[in-house]
């Protein structure tokens, strides 16, 4: 009888001491994605919300409860900060994805408009974080414009038409066939603006479709509307940046980029584009911040 109580003294001394978590702890660590899922909403201007990021930052457990209600949700926990909030991104699996092909649908019945969507997107991105430290800089806020997103994208069409010539490939693909050089012919023979009688661009336009990508944007917490000038400016949010960081080594962002016409005021390259970026494909869906 002694020589059991001496061997189980030391097996109860040497078991550790973890706090249970609680259902309040849960319905916190919910609470904090919650707030993160409301994209336009500021730490700064919610008391609770600030609270529950102070106690994440402070309190490990409560940090990992919620990155675990953030991954039952299928979402990916970008950063959690003052600056950004509880920032998260939708993984591909999840209800809370947005697809381009439904974000497309919703504009146009033509389904080479998910081209000029994805293309849109992609483009709003670049010019926003042109060169690398723009997207390694958190206190870098990016600018762009309708019209100047517009004019971006019409000067890649110019670059992709001129490599088409060298190449001897210069004829019209099959209006579904994945790529840029696919999607900068159905650009440029969109409108820029097809404004109507009165004034107002037509969505099916060059300049509607940006102003789509903005507003949506916009609505989604990455970009804040600043003014009316050249159809719209925006600047771009702490989210946004950690979006686009998230997806900058896209073969879709690569092959953009490897253009080398995003306009920079000091003349240098826009970002570096992906290793071994040849016969990358844009498909169809693709575009920022949507899965395929």
């Known amino acids: 009888m002694s020589e059991h109580v001496e061997w189980s003294e030391p097996e109860a001394a040497a078991a550790p001491v973890t706090a249970a978590v609680t259902p309040a702890d849960a319905a916190d660590a919910a609470r904090l994605v919650a707030f993160g899922l409301q994209p336009k909403l500021q730490p700064a201007r919610d008391q609770e919300y600030a609270e529950l990021l102070r106690r994440y930052r402070e309190d490990p457990p409560f940090a990992r409860l919620a990155d675990a209600v953030a991954a039952g949700l299928g979402l990916v926990v970008l950063e959690v900060s003052p600056r950004a909030g509880m920032a998260v991104t939708a993984a591909e699996d999840s209800v809370f994805a947005v697809r381009m092909g439904d974000y497309a649908r919703r504009t146009a019945a033509d389904s080479g ?118 159809g719209g400016t925006y600047r771009t949010t702490a989210r946004y940046q950690l979006q686009v960081r998230d997806m900058a080594g896209s073969a879709a962002m690569a092959e953009l980029l490897e253009l080398g016409v995003v306009p920079v005021t000091d003349g240098t390259a826009s970002l570096l584009p992906a290793e071994d970026t040849e016969d990358l494909e844009l498909v169809a869906d693709a575009g920022l911040p949507f899965h395929s």
């Open 113 to 230: 408009d998910r081209f000029l969507h994805g293309l849109a997107h992609l483009a709003v991105a670049a010019m926003a974080f042109p060169r690398p430290e723009d997207l390694a800089d958190d206190g870098y806020i990016g600018r762009v414009t309708v019209n100047g997103v517009d004019a971006f994208v019409r000067q890649a069409c110019r670059r992709l038409e001129e490599r088409a010539d060298e190449q001897g490939m210069n004829t019209d693909p099959a209006t579904d066939a994945p790529g840029l050089e696919a999607a900068w012919r159905i650009w440029v023979r969109r409108s820029a603006t097809g404004a109507t009688k009165d004034a107002r661009r037509l969505a099916g336009s060059t300049t509607g479709i940006v102003g789509k990508a903005a507003a949506f944007l916009t609505d989604s917490g990455f970009l804040q509307r600043t003014g009316d000038d050249n």
